[in-house]
Each structure stands twice: as C-alpha cells, then as structure tokens.
C-alpha cells in the first residue's frame, strides 16, 4: 500500500501536471477559443454588416448613436456631443470625422493620434478573427488580470508598432477588456476598455455594454438593438464634399469652349474655340481653371465657398494686366451662380473708367454648362455682355 505521503505526493504531481497542461495552452488554442465563443467563423463570415443603435454617454450626457459596419472594417458612427454632432467614419483607406461639438461642423480628415484610437473600433468582430491576414503580430501572455478581474492576455503589435492588449475571460473566452493607445482630442493617452452583457443575434455573441476609460474621463455605450445584414448606402463612408461646393462638382474635368465675344456692346459677336481644365482640389472644396485664349492670354481662375461669411469667391489673373480680380456672390432663385467685383475692391481702372464685372455660372449639368461675362461702365447700373461661353465636355 501507498503511504499516505506518497499519495499525497502523487496527487500534488496530478495538480502540477494539470496546470503545466493549462499553461501550455498556443496562442492558437486561445484565439480558436475565442472565435467559437464568439459565434465561430461560419456564423460571422454569414454577416456582411451590421446596425447597432443604442445609447452613449460621454461627459455625462446621453445621446442616441448609430454604429454602422462592413465586413471590409467600413465603420460609421454618429452620435452627438454636448448637443452637438459627432461622426467618426473609416472608409477603408482612411478616416474622417465632424466634431460640432468643438465648432468644426464640416469633415475633416482624423487626426493621427484620433485615427490610432478609432483604428481600434474598426474590426468587424476583434482582431483576433483576422490578425494573421492583416499583418498584425500576437503574442499570447497567458494568465493575468485587468482591474482584478482573472482574464488570459494577448498582445497585439500592428505594423506600425502600435501595441494594445486583448484580456479574455479564462472560463468563456469571451473579451472582458482591452489596454490600448486612446487619444484625448488629439492628444495621445492610455485607454482601457471594458465589455459586458454579451447576447446572442443571429447565432454571433455581440456585447452590449462597452465602457472606455482614459484619465478622469470615460464613454459608454449601451446597445439597445442590432440589425444584421442591414442595406447599407455606400456613400455614408464617402468623405462628404465640402460646404457649398457638391453643387459645383460637375465643373471638374476637361472641357472644350466654343466662345461667342464682343469688345463693345454693338459690336458684332465674333466667335472662337479653346479648351480649358478645371482641376478639383482639396478634396473639393476648391476650383482651379487653367486656359489659354487665341490671343494667346494665360488665364487661371479659383472658386470656392466661404463657409463662415456664406459667400462664393472667384478669382482670376491673367497675363493680360496681371492683377487678381475677386468676385464674390451666390445662387440667384433661377439657379445661377453670380459673382461680382462691385463689391470687394478689385475693380478695373482703364481709359480713365472704372470698369466692373460680373460673371454668371448656368445650366451646370454632367457634360456641359454656360458662362457669362458681363461688364459695367457706371457703378454697376447696367450691365453688358461681352461674353458668353459654352463649356462641352471633351472626350477621354
């Protein structure tokens, strides 16, 4: 017979055995875990997007939001701050944002520190399900905790060197919290992440409770319903073009220009053909006309609007005279662009006259659209056409 301390030896090998056995568990082992808890790669790969709609609560106000995702880690969300908008969006390649909140009510690209942050939300499920195909380095740290919670550690390196941690829960597998860069407005900072109430949609585990925490701050969403499969119109990721100028987008392109002039208003039309590119620019909210006409006069010209004051803005030098004229109007009730120098100073002084301009912009369409150049000899009283131009767009 075994002695009783030979039993009890042969019992503490069991105990050490089964914990070695515990502790050999592969990073592999460990992410399978997680996938299945999650639903398993069949459920998810079922899933092209997805509509979460729910609460969230930042500086102790509550506002409703909505999460949209695709599969290809497309993500939009739209909430408010302090009353005020706030839209985060990935489009795949990059992110933008509208932070009203702040006073930056129009899209702008993300901020480095803010993308790092966002890049986080990004993944369909968690990075765990793709991080071999995105180039994402893991290491599995094993047992640990997180804010005394037991939990099994992965680390994530990026390829950027970016690191964040990945906590699961040793008895589900299920992700319980994550330690990552945050970004306080810009400004880098640590960030932990919590998650909780996990149900069950269409066969996938989803959390319904997310709680991020970074300094004395935090952020917490509460997801109240979740749409699989939702249509989903692909604009919403497109970087919105800028204020006042998606009714000016068709002008972008190369055009050919079939020009009716005349030097003095009884004079007879003499008519002339030239080309012309406008070029879209900053992301476009800005117009730049490049043109040579057959006297061989260098013309460019910009065109913009003036978010702040509500006013369009044109520009045009020439080699001419050589000095920047500024128009500067809005859309009549037909429909017209109009813009004038009469009032901004950049008027005209030749043969002893001070000489205004005005020029109209119409009938803007996908392949074509006209101009109008106008001049004015008494203050702007009356006007005269001196040209009339008709923009075609040329073929590729």
Do not use: C
Request: aromatic content about 12%; hydrophobic content about 35%; charged content about 30%.
């Amino acid at each position: 017979m075994l002695s009783t301390r030979t039993r009890f030896l042969s019992f503490l090998l069991l105990v050490v055995v089964a914990v070695s056995s515990s502790a050999a568990e592969t990073l592999d082992e460990a992410v399978e875990k997680h996938i299945d808890a999650r639903g398993g790669r069949d459920a998810w790969e079922a899933i092209e997007s997805l509509e979460l709609t729910g609460s969230y609560t930042s500086f102790s106000n509550i506002e409703p939001f909505t999460l949209t995702r695709q599969r290809d880690h497309r993500i939009r969300f739209d909430s408010a701050m302090e009353g005020n908008s706030y839209i985060a969006v990935y489009d795949g390649e990059k992110a933008w944002s509208v932070l009203a909140f702040a006073g930056l009510d129009w899209a702008q690209p993300m901020s480095e520190p803010d993308f790092v942050a966002f890049r986080q939300e990004i993944d369909f499920a968690t990075p765990l399900f793709d991080y071999k195909e995105r180039g994402i380095e893991a290491e599995l740290i094993g047992e640990s905790e997180i804010d005394g919670t037991p939990a099994i550690a992965i680390k994530l390196t990026r390829p950027d060197d970016q690191e964040e941690t990945w906590y699961l829960d040793p008895q589900t597998y299920l992700e319980i919290g994550r330690e990552s860069q945050g970004s306080d407005f810009g400004r880098p900072t640590p960030q932990r992440s919590f998650y909780d109430d996990y149900r069950q949609v269409e066969g996938v585990k989803i959390p319904f409770y997310t709680e991020t925490q970074w300094y004395t701050r935090h952020r917490i969403y509460e997801v109240e319903n979740v749409t699989v499969n939702p249509e989903v119109d692909e604009e919403v990721f497109a970087f919105p073009p800028s204020t006042g100028m998606s009714e000016l987008a068709s002008l972008a392109g190369s055009w050919n220009i079939k020009v009716e002039h005349r030097d003095f208003p009884q004079a007879p039309w003499a008519e002339s053909e030239r080309s012309s590119v406008i070029d879209s620019k900053i992301r476009g909210g800005y117009l730049q006309e490049t043109y040579v006409t057959k006297d061989d006069v260098e013309t460019v010209r910009t065109l913009s609007y003036d978010r702040f004051r509500k006013v369009y803005r044109l520009t045009q030098i020439s080699s001419f005279a050589s000095y920047l004229d500024i128009q500067e109007g809005g859309f009549d009730e037909g429909g017209r662009l109009v813009l004038t120098n009469s009032g901004t100073g950049t008027t005209l002084d030749i043969f002893g006259m001070t000489l205004y301009e005005r020029l109209s912009i119409f009938d803007m369409a996908e392949d074509s659209f006209e101009l109008e150049q106008e001049m004015s000899s008494d203050g702007g009283e009356t006007w005269n056409v001196l040209s009339k131009l008709h923009y075609t767009r040329a073929e590729d």
